[in-house]
């Protein structure tokens, strides 16, 4: 930032009779001014050609106006799924900002909006607010050390980003977890699903003026959270799926607690059928909203409930089968509406088919061990630190150094609660990874808000942004 300018204030009569005084008399001209105040004056440092970006009621969408950046905003890329309607002149054309402080806008998420009247014309998503560098990171920290970075990308998804991780590493490890680590990690991720879109549910249905849902669905995944924290020891960002298995067994009582979840939410989903899917509020606010055609699923890469409600049946537990779920049956629910509605209707079915995983998970626990028997992985026993002064040396070097992985390159993909996440990891031999980049849904869907707004009206913003329900540690990573 320049300096500001110096305020000259006047006559700046010195006393006459101080030595001060007399010098200041001599001085020269210039040096009778002084800065009265620090002022800044909002555009006095900027260039002209800043300000004509940023001055209020000059803003620009972008300064390349070519018919390829305006087909991307106008979401008119592949298809186009509302009727042109009236174009008003330039000068009732309005570009507002919704975020990034906003309560709606699913973290510090900004759109850029030109409206005409009460109509969206363009929309350019602004990400970048938050960029947690979370895959540079990982560069810095072991193989061990990673899924305690991972877990806090989708932080609603922790230990989906966990399972990712671990298969990655594992992969490139060439080693195989035991039936009971991979029948745990089924179902801690299914549950985790299950909460997720319990808090999508709530949150989606505040955002239209369900007040009710809110408390409903924050009731029902307090249960599964409960569980979580039994088992792992948090709420949130477990660390508790990591390379080999899993951190520790499942609790005592666990099937008690289980069978509670599943009762608990089922009986929770039929509240929330009864009290939105008829109620013509409701159906108002989200039939025929933020529409995506198949066409667009595929264009913009968006996966998970979003495709699923568009009429795509993709999965990538059905797809690209880990972790043995390939052994139990669920259905993928598809819908053909693609509006918000029919995504209500997706997640709704979601909660259901994962508790049904949930259940058979249960009745078919293996027994065995819970990680690799496998010492350059896994830490020795608790029980071993104290009598054998090797364990001590290994435990103590498996955690500060970690275990080296053989170079290579892989990728592995798992069904996160918001689509397909994937992992591409990079080892040059060490212990710690030479690469990640992550595969994060949440930015696919992002950069396919264009197509969901444009042309609908700006009262519908909100249950459509909702809807695709973005968490913004797995966009800025």
């Known amino acids: 930032m320049s300096k500001p300018p110096e305020v000259v204030t006047g006559d700046l009569e010195a006393p006459a009779n101080t030595q001060e005084g007399k010098?200041?008399?001599?001085?020269?001209?210039?040096?009778?001014?002084?800065?009265?105040?620090?002022?800044?004056?909002?555009g006095t440092e900027a260039t002209d050609e800043m300000r004509r970006f940023t001055d209020e009621g000059a803003q620009e969408m972008l300064p390349d106006e070519s018919e390829a950046v305006l087909a991307g905003q106008r979401g008119t890329v592949v298809v186009d799924d509302y009727l042109p309607g009236r174009e008003s002149p330039e000068d009732e054309i309005q570009i507002i900002n919704m975020g990034p402080q906003h309560p709606a806008t699913h973290g510090v998420l900004r759109l850029h909006l030109e409206l005409d009247g009460e109509t969206i014309r363009r929309v350019k998503p602004i990400?970048?607010?938050?960029?947690?560098?979370?895959?540079?990171?990982?560069e810095a920290l072991s193989f061990m050390q990673g899924p305690t970075n991972?877990?806090?990308?989708?932080?609603?998804s922790p230990?989906?980003?966990?399972?990712?991780?671990?298969?990655?590493?594992?992969?490139?490890?060439?080693?195989?977890?035991?039936?009971?680590?991979?029948?745990?990690?089924?179902?801690?991720?299914?549950?985790?699903?299950?909460?997720?879109?319990?808090?999508?549910?709530?949150?989606?249905?505040?955002?239209?003026?369900?007040?009710?849902?809110?408390?409903?669905?924050?009731?029902?995944?307090?249960?599964?959270l409960a569980f979580f924290e039994k088992t792992t020891g948090l709420r949130m960002n477990h660390n508790y799926i990591?390379?080999?298995?899993?951190?520790?067994?499942?609790?005592?009582?666990?099937?008690?607690?289980?069978?509670?979840?599943?009762?608990?939410?089922?009986?929770?989903?039929?509240?929330?059928?009864?009290?939105?899917?008829?109620?013509?509020?409701?159906?108002?606010?989200?039939?025929?909203?933020?529409?995506?055609?198949?066409?667009?699923?595929?264009?913009?890469?968006?996966?998970?409930?979003?495709?699923?409600?568009s009429g795509v049946a993709y999965d990538v537990r059905k797809a690209f089968p880990y972790s043995g779920i390939e052994q139990y049956d669920f259905d993928v629910p598809v819908f053909d509406g693609g509006d918000v509605y029919d995504r209500f209707l997706v997640r709704f079915e979601e909660i259901r088919q994962s508790l049904r995983?949930?259940?058979?998970?249960?009745?078919?626990?293996?027994?065995?061990?819970?990680?690799?028997?496998?010492?350059?992985?896994?830490?020795?026993?608790?029980?071993?630190?104290?009598?054998?002064?090797?364990?001590?040396?290994?435990?103590?070097?498996?955690?500060?150094?970690?275990?080296?992985?053989?170079?290579?390159?892989?990728?592995?993909?798992v069904e996160s609660a918001r689509g397909e996440l994937g992992m591409y990891l990079v080892s040059s031999g060490g212990a710690k990874p030479w690469r990640l980049h992550v595969r994060g849904p949440s930015f696919a869907h992002v950069q396919a808000l264009p197509v969901m707004l444009t042309d609908s009206l700006i009262a519908d913003t909100i249950a459509a942004l909702a809807s695709a329900d973005p968490v913004m540690g797995d966009v800025d990573r």
Not at 127 to 138: D, S
Request: hydrophobic share 40%.
């Open 357 to 413: 995983i949930v259940q058979q998970v249960k009745a078919t626990m293996p027994r065995g061990d819970y990680r690799t028997e496998d010492r350059k992985v896994t830490p020795p026993p608790r029980a071993r630190i104290d009598q054998s002064m090797e364990a001590l040396i290994h435990h103590f070097k498996i955690f500060t150094e970690g275990f080296k992985v053989p170079a290579g390159e892989t990728y592995q993909a």
């Open 127 to 138: 990400i970048g607010y938050l960029h947690t560098g979370m895959e540079k990171t990982a």
């Open 150 to 156: 991972v877990t806090r990308m989708d932080y609603l």
């Open 23 to 42: 010098a200041a008399t001599s001085a020269p001209a210039e040096s009778l001014r002084r800065t009265v105040h620090e002022v800044w004056l909002s």
């Open 242 to 309: 990591r390379p080999g298995g899993v951190a520790a067994d499942l609790p005592d009582g666990w099937e008690e607690d289980v069978d509670g979840i599943v009762s608990g939410v089922l009986a929770g989903l039929r509240d929330y059928e009864d009290l939105l899917l008829d109620n013509p509020i409701f159906l108002e606010r989200t039939k025929g909203v933020g529409v995506l055609a198949r066409e667009e699923i595929h264009a913009y890469g968006v996966t998970g409930p979003l495709a699923r409600a």
């Open 159 to 224: 230990l989906h980003n966990e399972l990712c991780f671990s298969l990655a590493t594992e992969r490139l490890l060439g080693v195989d977890v035991p039936e009971r680590a991979s029948a745990i990690r089924v179902m801690m991720t299914e549950l985790n699903r299950v909460a997720s879109h319990l808090l999508w549910s709530a949150t989606t249905g505040l955002d239209i003026g369900a007040l009710s849902m809110m408390i409903y669905g924050w009731r029902e995944r307090e249960l599964v």
